[in-house]
């Protein structure tokens, strides 16, 4: 298995510096991350690859004061890129938009730099560390779904969907106890689970894996807690 690839985009190189010394004690999956710097949005668009970052740790207010938000858009939006987590800081809250955390950027941790620690920094990239684990396990598994399909001709795609989600919530539920997770399936843009009839608890967090099986287009949404 890869080093977890962690990005930090700020233009101090002190807190460079300093995330760089505090990330170097984390081990992940027996390894040490992989630390990659950029000091503005400029630079960090010209660097960044779509899938290819575990973590982006990201100031708000660089070469302009929305450049942290610009970062994310292009993460969540230009890129489309969904799996990485953002983790938002600032030494500048009052800059931050009041409506920031309502808006669709998918920000999954925001710290006040003054309130930084060695700890709480640990503490969070090693929770958006198994989140990250946790989606690309999920999105493996909703891979094989063509093949599992293709030797299952007994057993109608309902079926099969239903059943291969409820299989990934147990394995989902049994890594990482306490979290809470419900799930929607669409086959070619109809809700097939849970029943119409049937309201779905929609969770914190949304995360959206399309596949393909038997010619049809599918959808699985998944709703956490964490």
Not at 169 to 185: A, D, Y
């Amino acid at each position: 298995m890869e080093k977890a690839k962690v990005m930090i985009v700020d233009d101090s190189k002190t807190v460079h510096s300093e995330l760089s010394s505090i990330l170097s004690e984390i081990s992940w999956n027996e390894k040490n991350l992989d630390i990659e710097h950029t000091y503005g949005y400029e630079e960090f668009k010209k660097i960044f690859v779509p899938e290819k970052y575990a973590l982006v740790i990201t100031d708000l207010v660089m070469e302009s004061d929305d450049a942290g938000i610009k970062v994310i858009n292009h993460i969540r939006h230009t890129c489309n890129d969904k799996k990485a987590r953002i983790i938002l800081m600032t030494a500048n809250p009052e800059k931050v938009p009041t409506d920031l955390l309502t808006r669709d950027y998918d920000i999954n941790a925001y710290i006040e730099k003054k309130n930084l620690s060695p700890f709480s920094i640990k503490l969070t990239v090693l929770s958006m560390l198994k989140t990250y684990q946790d989606i690309t396990s999920l999105e493996r598994a909703i891979i094989t779904l063509e093949n599992v399909a293709a030797n299952a001709s007994e057993m109608s795609l309902a079926e099969l969907l239903i059943n291969t989600f409820f299989q990934v919530r147990t394995f989902l539920s049994l890594k990482r106890p306490g979290i809470k997770l419900n799930g929607e399936i669409f086959v070619n843009s109809e809700r097939i689970f849970p029943p119409k009839f049937m309201n779905s608890e929609r969770l914190e967090y949304r995360y959206d894996f399309h596949t393909k099986v038997k010619e049809n287009t599918i959808l699985f949404v998944l709703y956490s807690s964490k």
